[in-house]
């Protein structure tokens, strides 16, 4: 299987290259307008205290960042639905509260820690009154009726959710394009990706149109965007973040281990503030005030897979630019051999996972369900609702039922072992410097001959123990 994987994407390459370079022509190459308020340029933590106190207007900041997704938007088409006057409104309340002196500025930064802050939120996560189909096609829009678990602790804490962004279709994909808002590009060149599943959320911070975002991870689909587009991503400790009102979900027992909601922000510092408002009150309970000094942190690396021979190295300038880290932090070179088998072991672990929400569930009143291979007849005639990676995902499950439950069984054992490999090494004050894909952004729908690296990031959602990852 391993050298069968290898060898269609080398034949990929031979029809996905010369595609993504002809429809890179139709695409021109503009430059996002500049920054005018200054009020985008101040991160969270400061733009917080700032509205505490009085010294802006939340309604101020809300308008900034409405008219720079205005600006911005028909150049990198990451908006799928926005709330901008409701968002206006709730600012001038907000506004109205505070000047009353009601609550202290201590109280207020306790209780409510975002008031008066705009929030994006990925399409998937579900917002009262907002679309939530995670790029699907169907009849009739799906609104979402209530918040999920996550926007209810974003809004119970200040914020202000200001529109939901683009996705892949069920965020099946390292690229974020659909059949219902299109393709999202890349703020620091068009012709480029902003990575997926999260990639909607990404272009908009990174073009300066958000501060906070919503995004979902199971395997890279907040930590990719991230680093394709220059902003911060995190894959927080499972369960840590209720996984509950998204799409795709699954009554799995063991979903939470894979799959979570996650922050993303511009700035490094207002990822603990993030995070802190979007945790689970009875999930595991995070220590994100505690100082920690750097002094005491023993930093290990890898700069390969294995090696595995299955995912390409890394480009020169990331192999560098890791080396570079690793040598600030002092890191120690460490040489995990079981992550050889990374791509095995999260495709096992991944799609042997049942009744997760796919094209081929029955969605609406009268519908009948999709079949695998009819859904592949009608895509490749041009007749089908959704993208590649939602049609053969049904093939990949159906595939995996073919292979002996003996060789499930082994790469399981190899995922114990690795935890118990990675627990003895890091203990309470360790740190892993590994890569999050061998190459920087690329050109739109390249991802689909370097389909293998991402198993980079899946690893660690394969692992499922308490192994935050960035």
């Known amino acids: 299987m391993r050298r069968f994987l290898r060898s269609a994407m080398i034949v990929f390459s031979w029809f996905v290259v010369p595609y993504s370079r002809y429809t890179n022509i139709k695409v021109i190459r503009r430059k996002l307008p500049p920054i005018r308020s200054h009020l985008l340029e101040i991160p969270a933590v400061d733009l917080a205290k700032l509205i505490r106190t009085r010294k802006i207007k939340s309604e101020e900041v809300v308008e900034a960042y409405i008219e720079r997704c205005r600006q911005v938007n028909p150049l990198i088409n990451a908006i799928v639905q926005d709330r901008f006057e409701e968002a206006l409104e709730e600012a001038r309340e907000i506004d109205n509260v505070i000047a009353m002196g009601i609550n202290s500025v201590e ?98 911070l990174a073009s300066g149109a958000s501060l906070l975002g919503l995004t979902s991870d199971i395997g890279g689909s907040s930590r990719l965007p991230a680093m394709f587009s220059g902003i911060w991503g995190h894959k927080p400790t499972p369960y840590a973040v209720s996984f509950k009102g998204h799409h795709p979900t699954s009554d799995f027992p063991k979903w939470g281990d894979f799959f979570t909601i996650a922050p993303m922000t511009r700035y490094a510092k207002d990822l603990p503030l993030l995070l802190k408002c979007m945790s689970d009150p009875t999930g595991p309970k995070l220590t994100l005030d505690r100082p920690i000094s750097v002094n005491g942190i023993r930093f290990f690396f890898m700069d390969n897979d294995g090696p595995s021979g299955m995912m390409r190295p890394l480009s020169r300038d990331l192999h560098a630019a890791i080396n570079r880290v690793a040598t600030d932090f002092n890191a120690k070179r460490v040489n995990i051999r079981k992550m050889k088998w990374s791509l095995d072991i999260s495709l096992s672990a991944m799609l042997t996972m049942k009744n997760i929400e796919t094209i081929y569930h029955k969605t609406e009143e009268g519908e009948q369900p999709k079949t695998v291979c009819k859904e592949t007849v009608k895509y490749f005639f041009g007749c089908s609702d959704s993208i590649l990676p939602s049609v053969i995902f049904g ?76």
């Open 107 to 204: 109280s207020m930064e306790e209780l409510t820690p975002l008031l008066g802050i705009p929030v994006t939120v990925k399409e998937s996560i579900a917002v009262k009154g907002m679309t939530n189909q995670a790029g699907r096609v169907f009849k009739t829009p799906q609104i979402a009726k209530s918040d999920a678990p996550v926007v209810e602790q974003i809004k119970r804490s200040g914020g202000i959710i200001l529109l939901v962004s683009n996705t892949p279709e069920l965020c099946l994909l390292w690229e974020t394009y659909n059949n219902v808002t299109g393709q999202t590009k890349n703020p620091y060149d068009l012709k480029r990706t902003p990575g997926g599943s999260s990639g909607g959320e990404a272009a908009l």
């Open 395 to 470: 093939h990949l499950q159906n595939f995996m039922k073919i292979i002996p439950n003996s060789r499930h069984k082994h790469l399981a054992s190899i995922i114990e072992a690795l935890k118990t490999e990675f627990k003895e090494m890091l203990g309470n004050d360790g740190v892993f410097l590994y890569p999050t894909f061998p190459n920087t952004a690329h050109q739109h729908y390249q991802i689909y001959h370097k389909l293998l690296e991402p198993m980079y990031m899946a690893i660690f959602n394969t692992l499922g123990c308490r192994l935050p990852t960035a």
